[in-house]
Nanobody
Framework: QVQLVESGGGLVQTGGSLTLSCAAS????????MGWFRQAPGKEREFVGS????????YYADRVSGRVAISRDNAKNMVYLQMNNLKPEDTAVYHC??????????????????????WGQGTQVTVSS
């Protein structure tokens, strides 16, 4: 009964900020890399960024680098996506995901979508002017 539940989505103006949360349950949180992905209507799912098991290291897609920050609270089984200077092109459904593969190794940053074990239901982010 692994569950990943996102929250915090909504409507925000261009240039604004938003923080998304993902609550994980039913898994040993420390064993998983946590990733954030997004998907806009008619487009493929896109990697946003990920954070390693301890939260010490993060990795971001070039498209959003500098505008987002991922963090995690292992005591609360929570992962967060802070987004700043939002643009209309950031409009999408945002999903969190968990991956056990090589979580303590060296390839956790370059996992494919298929290598993530669990996915949340998503939360809608809409950026308007």
């Amino acid at each position: 009964q692994v569950q990943l539940v996102e929250s915090g989505g909504g409507l925000v103006q261009t240039g604004g900020s938003l923080t998304l949360s993902c609550a994980a349950s039913g898994l040993r949180f420390l064993s998983y890399t946590m990733g954030w992905f997004r998907q806009a209507p008619g487009k493929e799912r896109e990697f946003v960024g990920s954070i390693n098991w301890s939260g010490v290291n993060t990795y971001y897609a070039d498209r959003v680098s500098g505008r987002v920050a991922i963090s995690r609270d292992n005591a609360k089984n929570m992962v967060y996506l802070q987004m700043n200077n939002l643009k209309p092109e950031d409009t999408a459904v945002y999903h969190c995901a968990a991956a056990a593969k090589d979580a303590y190794g060296s390839t956790w940053r370059i996992l494919t979508d298929a290598q993530y074990d669990y996915w949340g239901q998503g939360t809608q982010v809409t950026v308007s002017s």
